[in-house]
């Protein structure tokens, strides 16, 4: 009787280890899947970080803006908000790789291959969220810091022409009122032209200018003349309201429609009426300018 129960006994634990060895399944490849997934996740974060990094330092090389430059302000200040915005989104990546890792280990401890490729496809969803987000926040930052090197770079090559007496300038985005002299300051690129007229005016002490106003073909030859004189003198006039020295405005004085930089056609013409009024408009605002003349250039560096 005891020997029956010992082989009995013996018996039960093969089926048992049977059933066991029967029941393991290999995890061999899908853990080896996700390994090479996980890698290509982490190798991905690391491209975007140092893409960060680059544009980060880009910003801190340049030059810091000049005081009465609003635009370049604006411009590095919008730089700035959308890198630490962008930084927090690389480190919302990192969370979502490490947490994929925490879950696909806790489902290969199961044993089961469905289970950790449920874990992989919810790691997978979380992660291509992530770097979603990232990325188009990559695009972003990427847009503003060429918008910046852009700004800095005319603000260069302006700035230049300080240095040559009889070089020009043309300032199109001043606006005015249809057909009057009074500046449409609720479009902001009126004062940050303005700005960039300010800070031409007063690249340095021994800078003299003239001030010539432009207007489009819209009106009488006698009432563009007028209006684009009138449209310097306010020039004239917000330059001194903002402390530059009198003696440094030359001269102040109008050249109506006579000398347009870009082709217009007359306002009662076939072709002005058969143009889309958004492009007539675009070609107007181009005319529509303030030129500013180096009469006495800075001295040279």
Request: charged share 20%; net charge positive.
């Amino acid at each position: 009787m005891h020997r029956m129960s010992k082989r009995v006994t013996r018996a039960a634990a093969l089926v048992c280890a049977l059933a066991v060895a029967g029941c393991s399944e290999d995890l061999g490849p899908i853990t080896a899947t996700w390994n090479q997934l996980q890698a290509t996740w982490t190798a991905k974060a690391g491209e975007l970080k140092k893409q960060a990094s680059s544009i980060a330092a880009g910003v801190k090389a340049m030059p810091a803006p000049g005081a009465t430059d609003t635009a370049g302000q604006g411009l590095l200040s919008k730089v700035t908000a959308a890198l630490a915005a962008h930084d927090k989104l690389l480190g919302g990546l990192d969370t979502a790789i490490s947490t994929a890792a925490n879950s696909v280990q806790e489902a290969l401890k199961t044993g089961k291959v469905a289970t950790v490729q449920k874990a992989i496809d919810d790691s997978k969803a979380a992660y291509d969220a992530a770097v979603a987000k990232v990325a188009s926040s990559a695009t972003a930052v990427s847009a503003l810091f060429n918008q910046l090197k852009t700004h800095n770079a005319e603000v260069a090559a302006e700035a230049a022409k300080a240095y040559t007496a009889g070089a020009r300038t043309d300032f199109s985005d001043i606006d005015f009122k249809p057909g009057k002299a009074e500046f449409l300051f609720d479009r902001p690129n009126t004062q940050a032209t303005l700005d960039k007229l300010l800070a031409f005016v007063n690249s340095c002490p021994q800078l003299t200018v003239d001030i010539i106003g432009h207007t489009s073909n819209e009106g009488t030859p006698a009432a563009n003349m007028k209006l684009s004189v009138d449209r310097a003198k306010a020039v004239q006039k917000w330059l001194l309201s903002k402390g530059v020295a009198k003696k440094k405005i030359h001269s102040v004085s109008g050249k109506g429609a006579t000398e347009n930089i870009v082709v217009e056609p007359d306002p009662k013409s076939d072709a002005a009426k058969a143009m889309p009024p958004a492009a007539l408009e675009e070609l107007r605002r181009k005319n529509r300018r303030i030129s500013v003349n180096v009469v006495t250039a800075c001295p040279k560096k």
